[in-house]
């Protein structure tokens, strides 16, 4: 028999940096993890962004402005303040257009490693050992409604496999499968005049939003003990302060919040927790459930040759508390792009405090970002 502990350690090894709320808690909160480096660089925004190969992630709807196919890749050590080398995840995502479909494909592939753990009976004594894992496989579509306007969505299959058998005399395993879906849209206007003035930001502005991980309940023991999915929704806005043959800056500001109300829908009805999870507080309650980010980003050459990037990252204290601010760089070549971002925490001992991303793209057929 494997003591319950063990699931506790994995399943707060997870959710504790990544989504801490005081009354949610959700299944495989390893969907809400930053895949890229560029945008972790930038406040770990890109909802309004959303225009590389990671557009499955931030917004599908992004897909449907790009041209060419693109291949990425990332890899980081997950929660490095733990000092555990054994726990990464590694994020795979590609793009190719398809003019039959009219539109663009895109994959995403995501592998969290949790690591090896002891197995022990009803004494502390070891019998064995397995290794703990979680995967998702997203498949995406997206193509223009309108020449301003993008619609995407992408459907995801979830397998989690926290242990190859049950906790004690509990019916189940420690694996669970799952599914869910995104949808998201993107809107570019040729024409954005601010009220009340003459100023017209044109084509230097995007406007996105994003929900993610809408899908049924998914338990590990039994249905009677199933978790919500982590389903978010993002909000954000991309301008271009600057665009010249050698010098580009890009800002970003984003919110997001979770959908989650995990008394309040049954596994079948899942549709309803956002709606219900409005209900729950008065407004200022309401609002303080956002998470808000900014990013900003430097380009220098032409073609891009070097970017660099600064972002902030904001979570009310009573919702989690997480603060950090991000750095990155990138450099590009040819059909090459690198990346890399850096966390640094700004509130007291944060295990995701000096988190590394690296990342590389691999473009043809069109640009890479």
Known sequence: MIKKMVFVIVVLGICVPEIVRAQTTTAIPFLLIVPDSRSSGMGETGV??????????WNPAGLAFQKGSELAMTHTNWLPGLGLSDLWIAHLAYKQPVEDLDGIVGAQLTYLNLGEFNQTSSSPDVIG????????F?????????????????VRIIYSHLAPFGAGEEKGT??????????????????????????????SISFGANIANIGPKMSYIDRAQ????????????????????????????????????????????????????WTSGNISEQI???????????WYGSPKLIGLRFGYFYEDPREGNRKFMTFGAGLRYDLYAFDFGYLSALEGQNPLDGTLRLSLSIGWGGDVN
């Open 129 to 136: 050992t397995f290794t703990g894992y979680e995967m998702a």
């Open 288 to 298: 303080r459930r956002f998470d808000s980010a900014i990013g900003l980003e430097y």
């Open 138 to 154: 997203a498949l995406t579509y997206s193509t223009k409604l309108t020449e301003q306007l993008g619609i995407g969505t992408s």
């Open 226 to 277: 199933a978790d919500p999915l982590p389903m978010n929704l993002r909000l954000g806005i991309a301008y271009k302060f600057l665009e010249s043959d050698y010098n580009n800056i890009n800002g970003t500001v984003e919110v997001n919040r979770l959908l989650v109300n995990r008394y309040g829908s049954s596994s079948d009805e899942f549709y309803k927790a956002f709606f219900t999870t």
């Open 174 to 203: 420690g694996t669970a499968t799952g599914v869910c879906f995104d949808i998201g849209l993107l809107y570019r206007p040729l024409v954005c005049n601010i009220p009340f003035t003459d100023v017209d930001l044109g084509k």
């Open 48 to 57: 309004a962004l959303a225009d590389n190969a990671w557009a499955t992630f």
